[in-house]
């Protein structure tokens, strides 16, 4: 991927990648002397997370491919003038691997979520995506005194692609914690993913997802959840972005995001 060329809004730098073109980079590093590399797809909420967390921000960072996930994010690229090709969402970045892994014959490690619904993930990428070998699975339930043995259980199951069905902060810092150790060549952070591929939640209409809207679908879905998160995250991003557009258009050197606490 183009390094180079990446589009940085908040300190955080994108690739300048399509949906096609990031699934390339993926099954590149399969295909490559084994060697680990870390898949980052962030959000709005990454961004505004990241100024409060050093270790999120360090983490996304360091990603391998950073990917812009969320209409929020690209529009707020395109206005600053260092735009993004397209969305890419994390939720869809994670089947169109599973199919490309099918037809390749990949191993993939599924981590996250709960026992019945990344058991039920695990058998559905079988029925779905013949070919997909799945080199094992855990649900996201454990302490940090389990985090070696889970490691350690991923490295001897020799994935190519390992699927961490985990919230932010956690899939991200942990990740980059563990990256060497894990070797493993795509590990990705994939949040809620799993429970929609398992269809044990209703991901939004085509329509809200082209619109930017998908937060609104969550929104109805869950209000109570979600109200709060997504009126403070929103706001944040607005006024933290905006600024940055705004300086970049008169010509101002965008001041480094700050970072509140730890």
């Known amino acids: 991927m183009d390094t180079v060329n990446r589009a940085e809004l908040l300190g955080l730098p994108f690739d300048p990648a399509t949906m096609k073109s990031a699934v390339d980079r993926c099954m590149q590093w399969c295909e490559e002397p084994r060697a680990p590399h870390i898949v980052v797809t962030a ?5 505004c997370m990241m100024r409060r967390d050093r270790d999120l921000a360090s ?7 950073i990917l ?14 260092t735009a993004v090709p397209e969305r890419v969402t994390g939720v869809d970045l994670m089947a169109e691997l599973l ?15 709960k026992h019945e619904v990344v058991s039920e993930l695990a058998r559905l990428c079988q029925e779905r995506y013949p070919g997909v070998v799945i080199a094992g699975f855990r649900d996201g339930y454990f302490s940090p005194a389990d985090h070696s ?10 994935p190519d692609i390992l ?24 590990i990705m952070g994939v949040g809620g993913s799993f429970d929609v591929h398992a269809g044990y939640v209703i991901r939004a209409p085509r329509l ?16 109570r959840k979600m109200w709060k998160r997504y009126l403070m995250t929103n706001t944040e991003f607005i006024w933290v972005a905006g600024r940055e557009i705004v300086a970049r258009r008169l010509g101002i050197k965008p001041s480094k995001p700050s970072i509140t606490t730890h």
């Open 43 to 47: 959000n709005a909420s990454i961004l």
């Open 99 to 113: 199919a490309a892994a099918a037809a390749r014959r990949l191993r993939i490690y599924l981590l996250g979520a």
């Open 68 to 81: 812009a996930d969320g209409m929020s994010v690209v529009w707020a690229l395109r206005a600053a003038g």
């Open 208 to 223: 809200f997802r082209s619109t930017g809207m998908e937060w609104f679908w969550r929104l109805l879905m869950e209000p």
């Open 59 to 65: 983490a996304c960072k360091e990603g391998d491919l």
């Open 149 to 158: 043995a889970i490691v350690e259980e991923i490295r001897e199951s020799k």
């Open 163 to 186: 699927f961490i069905g985990m919230q932010s902060p956690f899939k991200e810092t942990w990740a980059a914690q563990h990256q060497k150790r894990l070797d493993v060549p795509v």
